[in-house]
C-alpha cells in the first residue's frame, strides 16, 4: 500500500476513534444509565450561590430542558463521595464543614410536609419523629429514620429533625426536597444528610445542602422520574470544563 494512501487511514482511523470516545467512556461511567439530570454550577469552590439547569438525554444527546435557575449551597463546595471517582484538587467534604458535596450523586426519595406532592418519584410525608442521622459512627448515620420505629436511643444527637416546621419555629426549608445521594454508604465523617430544598432567601447559604426557589423545586420534581435514574452534579465552572468530556456531561 502507497504510503500516502497508510497515513491517509491512519488519520482516518484517528479521526474515528476521537468521534467514537465520548460515548465509549459514556458506556462505562457508573452514570451511564441517566436520562435526566441536574446541573449545578458554581463559580468557585468558595462561592455560596451558582445555577441550576436541567437536561434529558434524546439518542447518546444531552438537551437541556427548561431555564436556569438561581440556587444557594453551602459555604463552599468541597468533593464528596458519589458515582464519580475520587479527584485532585479543591477542598474535601466532612461532616461539620458546612460545605456542598461536589460529584455526580443519584437522585433519592422526595419528602415534605405534605402527605402527598405532585412528584413520580419515591415521596415521604415527614412526621415529628423523623430524623436524618448526623451523628459520625452511628449505625444510622447518613439515614432518616423514625424514632418511633427505631428507639429515641437510636437518634440520640441528631441535630436534622426534618419536620423543621415543627421543632424550628415554623422553618418551611424542607416543606419539599428530595434526597442527594452523597455518602450513600454511611462513610464515617465524610459527611451526611444532604438534601436539595427550599431556600431561606435568594442569598442565604445553607450547611451543606442545595436550596432553591419554591417554583424551581416544583418544577424539578414533577419532571423527575426514577425511571430516568436521575442524577444530580454539582461541580465549580472550572472542573466543569474540566471533566465535561470525560464524564459525558452537558455542553454549557
Known amino acids: 500500500m502507497p504510503r ?3 497515513q491517509r487511514a491512519a488519520f482516518l482511523a484517528t479521526g474515528l476513534l476521537a468521534t467514537l470516545a465520548p460515548a465509549i467512556a459514556a458506556t462505562r461511567l457508573p452514570w451511564a444509565n ?4 441536574v446541573v ?3 463559580p468557585g469552590w468558595d462561592s455560596t450561590q451558582g445555577q441550576l439547569r436541567t437536561y434529558e438525554q434524546h439518542d447518546g444527546h444531552w438537551r437541556e430542558i ?3 435557575a438561581a440556587v444557594v449551597i453551602g459555604k463552599g463546595a468541597a468533593w464528596g463521595v458519589g458515582l464519580n471517582e475520587q479527584q485532585p484538587g479543591g477542598p474535601t467534604k466532612h461532616e461539620g464543614d458546612g460545605r456542598s458535596p461536589t460529584g455526580v450523586f443519584r437522585i433519592g426519595q422526595a419528602f415534605g410536609y405534605a402527605g402527598t406532592a405532585a412528584t413520580a418519584m419515591p415521596y415521604r410525608a415527614l412526621s415529628a419523629t423523623d430524623y436524618c442521622v448526623d451523628v ?4 444510622l448515620y447518613n439515614r432518616i429514620v423514625d424514632a418511633r420505629q427505631v428507639g429515641e436511643k437510636a437518634v440520640a444527637g441528631a441535630t436534622e429533625a426534618m419536620r423543621r416546621d415543627i421543632h424550628n419555629n415554623g422553618d418551611h426549608a424542607y416543606r419539599l426536597g428530595f434526597v442527594i445521594e452523597h455518602n450513600p454508604d454511611g462513610r464515617i465523617g465524610a459527611g451526611s444528610c444532604i438534601f436539595a430544598h427550599l431556600w431561606k432567601t435568594p442569598s442565604s447559604p445553607t450547611v451543606g445542602c442545595t436550596a432553591m426557589a419554591d417554583g424551581t423545586m416544583d418544577r424539578l420534581l414533577s419532571w ?3 425511571e430516568d435514574n436521575p442524577v444530580i452534579v454539582l461541580l465549580p465552572e472550572a472542573e466543569y470544563t474540566r ?3 470525560a464524564w459525558s456531561l452537558p455542553a454549557p
Do not use: E
Open 243 to 245: 471533566l465535561r468530556m
Open 136 to 139: 459520625s459512627g452511628s449505625p
Open 66 to 68: 427548561g431555564t436556569a
Open 34 to 37: 441517566a436520562r435526566q439530570m
Open 224 to 226: 423527575l422520574k426514577p
Open 4 to 6: 500516502s494512501m497508510i
Open 40 to 42: 449545578v454550577t458554581v
